[in-house]
């Protein structure tokens, strides 16, 4: 079973409007909840969350974390057309005697001018 | 640019055969994780090194062997290679080994098994 999932898995907007990407997850032992942003090649770092209620903010781009109902939102406002991309969600938890990593499959992104 | 580099950037083999992707981390950093990204699977965790030692693992098959050389540069092996082994092959690396560090990604390796 998914132990992360992210919503909705593709979006089309147009420039100048706000997004909101959802990423909700089910694991013990939480650690930290990560969200990259990828386009045609390597994963790049946007934030990393393990506290909850506490907004992490990169100039248009916030995150927050929500460890009781345990998901995370990731908004993006004034969207560009750079901001075409899959955004992925990723869970660190601690199982069977180390910790695991486990991704969504993305929500992708394009954004129209 | 990460400052992680991976080689080769391309590779095509055919099923049966054996190969080695290599990773060199960011400078400095100790850690080195191995993922895989499919079409139809997403991005999945393979297998962490901190330090020379295993640190985590995840879905990694049996055919895959990972190590980590002391000077920090790790080698990913995938062996009995079957068509579904095609996919993008990254490595990621970070400071220390905790949970609670951003991950800085290789351009991948794109393997492709005919």
């Known amino acids: 079973e998914d132990k992360v999932v992210q919503s909705p898995l593709s979006l089309v907007v147009h420039e100048g409007d706000t997004v909101t990407l959802n990423c909700s997850y089910e694991v013990t032992n939480f650690r930290s909840l990560l969200w990259y942003k990828q386009e045609k090649k390597a994963p790049t770092f946007l934030f990393m969350l393990t506290s909850s209620g506490i907004e992490k903010k990169s100039g248009r781009l916030s995150s927050i974390l929500d460890k009781k109902e345990l998901f995370s939102i990731l908004n993006i406002t004034a969207t560009q057309t750079g901001d075409s991309a899959v955004y992925l969600c990723?869970?660190?938890?601690?199982?069977?005697?180390?910790?695991?990593?486990?991704f969504g499959k993305g929500t992708k992104l394009s954004v129209i001018p | 640019d990460s400052g992680v580099t991976q080689t080769p950037k391309h590779l095509i083999t055919a099923t049966g055969q054996r190969v080695t992707l290599r990773c060199s981390p960011r400078?400095?950093?100790?850690?080195v994780y191995w993922y895989q990204q499919s079409l139809d699977q997403g991005l999945q965790f393979l297998i962490q090194y901190y330090n020379g030692e295993e640190r985590a693992k995840g879905n990694i098959l049996e055919r895959f062997s990972a190590q980590q050389f002391p000077d920090l540069h790790s080698e990913l092996n995938l062996s009995s290679l079957e068509l579904g082994d095609s996919a993008l092959y990254f490595c990621a690396s970070a400071p220390n080994q905790g949970e609670q560090e951003t991950q800085y990604f290789g351009p991948g390796t794109r393997l492709l098994v005919l």
């Open positions: 400078s400095g950093d100790l850690s």
């Open positions: 990723a869970v660190f938890y601690s199982g069977a005697g180390s910790y695991q990593l486990t």
